[in-house]
Structure formats: structure tokens, C-alpha cells
């Protein structure tokens, strides 16, 4: 392995990047052209939401004295339309299926609720006499408006539990805790496409790939660079590093377009930097894709259409479509599955750059991307490079 | 004769480029059949022959981009399939079709190959500015590739193959689609060449070029060497006027036919 050559190749590509139209254009500014018009257009789309939410439950206080507080409180959040509740034994799985995407909201009764509410009703004047209490809630922020109206929903049911049907509002020893997760946007389709476009565009990596190892090998370049000291590895590794660059620049310019027309992710410098490693990875299985498209091309057209058909499955199960049935399952065997499941945990949900779920969407990618870079590289090897 | 220390060194390494019995065949077709060769250090050798003779199958057995069927073949000592990667760290192939990148310019393109030679920076800049002026591309190198004429490509592409300065070059038409001007100033570069010590297999189907050039000249035809020597030798012996009787003489065919 040579540095210095490996280095030298991917200038060249980077130099082809920038002054071919055709390659600029699709990895550059066809990403761009489509998150603008793709921001516009479903920008304001769905801000309405969903009219009922799946929240969540925990209850800390079922060997309490007074269990029939948090048994009432439970059986008011029930009766309500807009709530379809699910019970958890323990805080751990709650949490875990939140920041799946389970449920919209968690609600933790704690151990002392009871003995909060029967404190009040003994001295409901004496507020130093009080046991006081909070009860836990916890908020997809990528789940439309169940971060607004959650919270005030669950003030009101407790407040009924309290006092029963008056409504009245006095000093009680319960008090919600800030919700966490909690995002003061309201989410449009557009919120939901942007993590499936990151993917969507380091696709056409594929397409540019199979294009230019066609082109290289039909006018002789392969042929002539493989008289030099240069190594096949060298060679490869070079290809794979270009792409990597290129997927990266692709996150930067996507993230800043579609921030520039308003769109704000619900995650700090880590959770960028884990998209530009997940990504940088992702572009791995695309030169192995891309590879493949080569290898069974005659032509630089032949290659863009059959690497477009192999690119296709990916585009459309595994990025910003809407799946169900069928396509939900092809999709779970398709990486960018993995790497947009990541970033709407991350830019959507909010959730923490430590969250197993994200790091498991890592693993895969990681693994599928070697996988599919190494068929392609054995497969070009052994029938493409010297057609 | 004035015998230097080089020259001894020279002939203590042998031959630069030896072929015993090298065949090559694709399916049922011979493509070149049991050449035996011997190539001199510091030696212009033009192989001659008309068009599917075997010239180029020939040029790419020695740069390593074909395995013999049959045979065996030494550049510079390093047998061509076995020691492939030794041989590609001494050769300069400057190939029929001009492979280069059409959206780099002159100078990157002849850059990047001195790169995948390991040339120092300083060096490779130095090789390029000097190339450049042998061949007439000083004024065109920092120019898109894409705009030059053919021409102009098949001169880059000579700098190309001859950036990291190779003991052995093998030159496959290298003035095709030049004019007059630039196929002298290539001429006159590839004679300096030889002052230098390099040795150079030069494939070509003008005659006065071959005859211009080569200390000696193969003929071959249907993949055989039918004729060897040097070009006065051969023009002496066959009582014609110059290497273009020779050719037709021997091959039965029209230098047109095999353009």
C-alpha cells in the first residue's frame, strides 16, 4: 500500500468531481436541486398531526397504601379519545420503546403519588404538611403535536383524578416534570423525509461509479495505470476514499441547503457526526454496487442503467417513501434502511448520540457496506478489469 | 573500441529485454508465435509488421498486461510474469490508444503518473517543465486534455510514459496523427533517449520513421519474425531503396493495408 499514489488517485477523482458535469451534477448539485424542491414542497405538509397518541405507562406506586390514586389517574388517562395507553412493568423498557418510536409519550407514576395526593386531602390548606411528588414524563419530539398537547392532557387528567369533574386550579403537592425530549416545532412531512434524503443521494454513488470504472476501462486507462508500480488494493482503496469524501460533502451540502429553508434537527454536533461516519460508510456498499454495475457493462451507458436498476431497491425501500406490508420487509435487507432508521432517531426523535439503537444501525451498515465492497472488488477483479 | 565502466556493468546485466520461444495465443488463433529476441541496453529496436502481425500483443506481454501461453520473457532481468512488479518499476509503456483523463490537463495527467512512480515533487516538476520543451508542449501542457488535438495527446502521452525515466520503453506508434514539426521534435527526443542509455522497442508503420530511428528492426508477420537486422543491412541485402520495399518485399503487403 502506497499513501502517495492512493493520495495522487484520489485527487484525480476529486479533480473529476469538480470539472465533469455530468458526475458534479449528480453528486453535487442533484442532491441540492432535490432537497430544495423537496423542502418546499413538503414543508408545510402534516403539520396538523395525528389526532391521538400512544402514550406510555409506568406505575412506581402499585404497593403504595393508596393504590387507588394512581388506579384512577390510570383510568382517566383511558377514558380519554385521544389516548390509547400501554402499560409497562418497568421504566427501562418504557424508555426503550420511546426512543424507538413506540409510543409518543412515557408517563412514570412515582412511588409516593399516592401518598402525595391522600397528603393533600388531609390538610389541603397546609401546604408544608404535603408529601410532594413529580410524576415523570417523557416526549417523542419527532411525534408531531403529542409534544404540545401531551403534556397539557396529562395536567388535566391528574387534575380530575384530584378533584373529580370540578374544574379548578389550586396549589397541589403533584407537579408534572419539565418533559424531556420536548421540541417546540411542529413536524411537517418535510421533517420526516430529510434523514431518508442523506441516503437517498450517496444512491447515486453507484450510478457514478459504474459510469467512470466503464469509461476508464474502455479508453485503456486501467490498462495503462496497471503497468505502473500501482496495486490493485491501492487502486480500490483509492476509489473507496474518494467516495467516502464525496458522501461527506454530500451530508454538508444537504444538511446546510435544507437548513437554509428552515429545517432544524433535533440533535447537536455528535449526532452530525455520527450521520457523516454512517454515511461515509453507507458510500462503502455504493462502490461495491457500483462495482458490480461495472463489471457486467460494456458501455458507460450500459453501466448507468443497470446500475441505476441495482441503486433502485435502495432509492425507493430504505430512504423517505413510505413503506408497509411487503416493501417493509425488503427494505430491512436493504443498508439504507439502517442509515436512515439511525438519523430519524437522531434528527428526529432527538434521542442521544449513546443510544444502542443507533449504534446497532451502525453495526449493520458497517458490516453489509464490507460485505457488498468486497464482492464488488472480487467480482471487478476477476471479470471487469480487463474486459 | 573505448570500453567504460558502464558499459561493462551493461553487459555484466545481460540483454534488457530477452524473448525465448514467448507465444501467445487466444483460443485457436496464435497471435505471436515463438519469438526469440534479444535487445540490447541503449538499443532503438522498431518492430515492424502489418496490421494483427502481433506487434502490440507482443509490447503487451513485455509491460506485463498479458501472460505468455507459451515461453518466457525478461525486462531489465525480471521475468515479465514473475516478476511483474519489478518489471513495471523499470518500463515506460506508451500505449497505441493514448489512455489519459480528458478533464485534467496535460501537465496533471503526466503528474499523476509520475506519482504512481514515486517521484519526489520536486523532481516530477523538474521532469515535466524538461519533457514539455523536448516535445514542443510547453506552451499547451497546463491546458484541459480535452481540448488537445491528437496530436498533442500522443506527445503528453509520450511524457507520460517516459516521466519517471525508464531503463526500458516501450513506444507502441507513437507519432501516429502528428504533423511534420511534431513527430521531428519526438524523433529528435527519442534519439537523445538513446545517447542516454534507454532501451526502446518502437512499433510504427512509417517505414522512414523505423528507418530514421532503430539500430535494428523485427518484421514480423502472422505472429513470426521473418526478418532481423539493422535497416541499411536489410535495404543492402534485399538490393531495394530504402525499409518500405523491404516491408512489402517480405510481407506481401502494402503499408496501406496495414495502416
Not at chain 1, 166 to 178: C, F, H, M, N, R
Not at chain 1, 179 to 204: E, H, K, L, R, T
Not at chain 1, 316 to 341: C, E, H, N, Q, R
Amino acid at each position: 500500500m502506497d499513501s502517495r499514489r492512493v493520495l495522487a488517485l484520489v485527487k484525480k477523482n476529486m479533480k473529476k468531481l469538480v470539472r465533469d458535469p455530468g458526475t458534479l451534477f449528480l453528486l453535487v448539485l442533484f442532491p441540492v436541486v432535490l432537497t430544495t424542491v423537496f423542502g418546499f414542497a413538503f414543508g408545510g405538509i402534516g403539520e396538523s398531526g395525528p389526532q391521538s397518541f400512544e402514550i406510555g405507562l409506568v406505575n412506581l406506586d402499585d404497593s403504595s397504601v393508596h393504590p387507588e390514586w394512581a388506579d384512577g389517574f390510570m383510568a382517566n388517562l383511558s377514558e380519554k379519545d385521544d389516548i390509547i395507553l400501554v402499560i409497562y412493568d418497568d421504566n427501562e423498557t418504557g424508555q426503550a420503546d420511546l426512543l424507538q418510536g413506540g409510543i409518543d409519550a412515557l408517563i412514570v407514576i412515582p412511588n409516593d403519588f399516592g401518598d402525595s395526593c391522600q397528603s393533600y386531602w388531609s390538610s389541603p390548606f397546609d401546604g408544608s404538611s404535603w408529601t410532594n411528588t413529580s410524576i415523570g414524563l417523557y416526549l417523542d419530539s419527532g411525534s408531531l403535536i403529542a409534544t404540545i398537547a401531551v403534556p397539557s392532557i396529562v395536567q388535566q387528567v391528574f387534575l380530575s383524578t384530584l378533584f373529580g369533574n370540578a374544574q379548578i386550579s389550586l396549589e397541589v403537592p403533584v407537579d408534572l416534570t419539565k418533559p424531556q425530549f420536548i421540541s417546540a416545532n411542529a413536524f411537517s412531512q418535510w421533517d420526516y423525509m430529510v434523514p431518508g434524503m442523506f441516503a437517498f443521494s450517496a444512491i447515486f454513488i453507484t450510478v457514478i461509479v459504474a459510469q467512470s470504472m466503464t469509461v476508464e476501462r474502455s479508453e485503456g486507462l486501467l490498462r495503462r495505470m496497471s503497468t505502473t508500480p500501482l496495486t490493485s488494493s491501492d487502486y480500490m482503496l483509492s476509489q473507496s476514499i474518494s467516495y467516502m469524501v464525496v458522501a461527506i460533502l454530500q451530508v454538508a451540502m444537504i444538511f446546510l441547503t435544507s437548513y437554509l429553508i428552515g429545517y432544524r434537527p433535533a440533535t447537536g454536533i455528535a449526532g452530525i457526526g455520527f450521520a457523516l461516519m454512517i454515511l461515509a460508510v453507507f458510500s462503502l456498499s455504493c462502490v461495491g454496487l457500483g462495482l458490480i454495475a461495472a463489471t457486467f457493462s460494456n458501455s458507460a451507458d450500459g453501466a448507468t442503467g443497470l446500475a441505476f436498476m441495482i441503486a433502485m431497491p435502495q432509492m425507493f425501500l430504505g430512504t423517505f417513501m413510505p413503506l408497509g406490508g411487503i416493501a417493509d420487509t425488503i427494505a430491512s435487507m436493504m443498508p439504507s434502511k439502517y442509515v436512515t432508521d439511525a438519523l430519524t432517531t437522531l434528527f428526529l426523535r432527538g434521542a442521544a448520540i449513546v443510544t444502542p439503537s443507533i449504534w446497532i444501525d451502525l453495526a449493520l451498515v458497517i458490516t453489509a457496506s464490507i460485505a457488498v465492497v468486497f464482492a464488488g472488488i472480487l467480482v471487478f477483479e476477476r471479470w471487469g478489469r480487463g474486459k | 573500441m573505448q570500453f567504460t565502466i558502464e558499459q561493462t556493468l551493461k553487459e555484466a546485466k545481460g540483454s534488457a529485454i530477452e524473448m525465448k520461444n514467448l507465444t501467445k495465443r487466444f483460443g485457436n488463433f496464435t497471435a505471436v508465435d515463438g519469438l526469440r529476441l534479444d535487445i540490447g541496453w541503449g538499443e532503438i529496436f522498431g518492430l515492424l509488421g502489418p496490421n494483427g502481425a502481433g506487434k502490440t500483443t507482443t509490447v503487451n506481454m513485455l509491460s506485463t498486461l498479458l501472460d505468455p501461453t507459451e515461453g518466457e520473457a525478461t525486462v531489465a532481468g525480471h521475468d515479465v510474469v514473475k516478476n511483474a512488479n519489478e518489471v513495471r518499476k523499470v518500463i515506460g509503456l506508451c500505449p497505441q490508444q493514448p489512455a489519459y483523463f480528458p478533464y485534467l490537463t496535460g501537465r496533471e495527467n503526466i503528474e499523476l503518473f509520475g506519482q504512481l512512480f514515486s517521484l519526489p515533487s520536486k523532481l516530477l516538476n523538474e521532469r515535466i517543465e524538461l519533457l514539455a520543451k523536448r516535445v514542443g508542449m510547453e506552451d499547451d501542457i497546463d491546458r484541459r486534455a480535452s481540448h488537445y488535438s491528437g496530436g498533442m495527446i500522443r506527445r503528453v502521452s509520450t511524457i507520460m510514459a517516459l516521466i519517471h525515466n525508464p531503463s526500458v520503453a516501450l513506444l507502441d506508434e507513437p507519432t501516429v496523427a502528428m504533423d511534420p514539426v511534431s513527430r521531428r521534435s519526438v524523433w529528435d527526443f527519442i534519439k537523445e533517449l538513446r545517447s542516454q542509455d534507454k532501451t526502446i522497442i518502437l512499433t510504427t508503420h512509417y517505414m522512414e520513421e523505423a528507418q530514421e530511428l532503430s539500430d535494428r528492426v523485427g518484421i514480423i508477420d502472422e505472429g513470426r519474425l521473418i526478418e532481423l537486422g539493422p535497416p541499411q543491412e536489410l535495404i543492402d541485402k534485399y538490393e531495394v531503396e530504402d525499409l518500405e520495399e523491404v516491408f512489402v518485399l517480405r510481407t506481401g503487403k502494402r503499408l496501406r493495408e496495414g495502416v
